[in-house]
């Protein structure tokens, strides 16, 4: 998996006296809603994993709920076009900010696929468990299992979800789609009745802001970037566009199907 990198970084934002007031104030709600909900989805666990094992009928609202009043901490304005899928299968979306996590989990009820060393990075690798995050490894011993995994997974009726760039941009573009992952819905199993939903993702930054404001990609670090978003006096705003599901049956294989969601999730950035 190779990380994206761009001629030119964002200049850094100063932050002023009032800036680190709405980084203490947004930071301390932000992690007090992040920290609360997480004790009710572990507590509700404790009774929903006996009951329905791999399945989580209960705990995925709570996430829901968590990220979409995220962004109202924030200010940062959200929308979303387009309609849900409701049968079996996976989304993919085009990747450019740690808030995709929140985007995606604030509209769709979503179980991310993500690379297995984030399951020992501390404090996200514990959370990223705890809210069913699938995590997959680049060796390629373990592709048998990992691909029994997805099917057991999806038969259990989660939705998937992965960004086939591999890696994060800068968010005023979309890289050409890794057809790896989408291998695991052309078993026998399931290629008759899966559907892959592409979603793109579009953030507008705050006015007067670099274009590039909420993108976050190559060696940029975590915290600097997370206080120059709690810090901004005026937030954008961002825009998911779910399109219409393609059937994984009407693919000849795994690399027709990772063009075709690329194509359409290019489309949704100029719309």
């Known amino acids: 998996m190779s990380t994206w990198y761009s001629q030119t970084l964002p200049d850094p934002v100063p932050i002023g006296p009032g800036g680190w007031l709405r980084v203490v104030a947004r930071g301390l709600v932000l992690g007090v809603l992040v920290i609360v909900g997480l004790c009710l989805l572990l507590l509700l666990r404790l009774v929903e994993r006996p009951l329905f094992d791999v399945r989580r009928p209960w705990t995925p609202f709570i996430v829901l709920v968590v990220c979409r009043l995220a962004f109202v901490v924030l200010g940062i304005r959200y929308r979303t076009r ?61 592709a048998k299992a990992q691909k029994a995994l997805f099917e057991d997974r999806l038969r259990a009726g989660h939705k998937l979800l992965f960004f086939p760039e591999g890696t994060s941009t800068d968010g005023a573009q979309v890289l050409p789609f890794k057809s790896t992952l989408f291998a695991a819905f052309f078993t026998e199993a399931l290629r008759g009745q899966m559907s892959i939903q592409p979603v793109t993702l579009r953030y507008l930054a705050p006015d007067g802001a670099d274009a590039r404001f909420y993108g976050w990609w190559g060696d940029m670090d975590f915290a600097p970037h997370l206080l120059q978003v709690l810090a901004a006096p005026r937030q954008g705003s961002v825009e998911l566009n779910f399109h219409t599901p393609l059937r994984v049956a009407d693919f000849a294989d795994r690399k027709a199907l990772a063009r075709a969601c690329e194509q359409v999730v290019r489309s949704g950035m100029t719309g």
């Not at 079996?88 to 690379?115: E, M, Q, T």
């Open 82 to 142: 387009g309609v849900l899928m409701r049968g079996p299968g996976a989304v993919v979306a085009n990747h450019s900010s740690w808030l995709d996590i929140f985007a995606l989990n604030a509209r769709k009820r979503v179980y991310f696929v993500s690379k297995a060393e984030v399951a020992h990075w501390p404090g996200i690798g514990w959370l990223a468990r705890a809210t069913g995050t699938v995590f997959i490894s680049r060796a390629a011993r373990e």
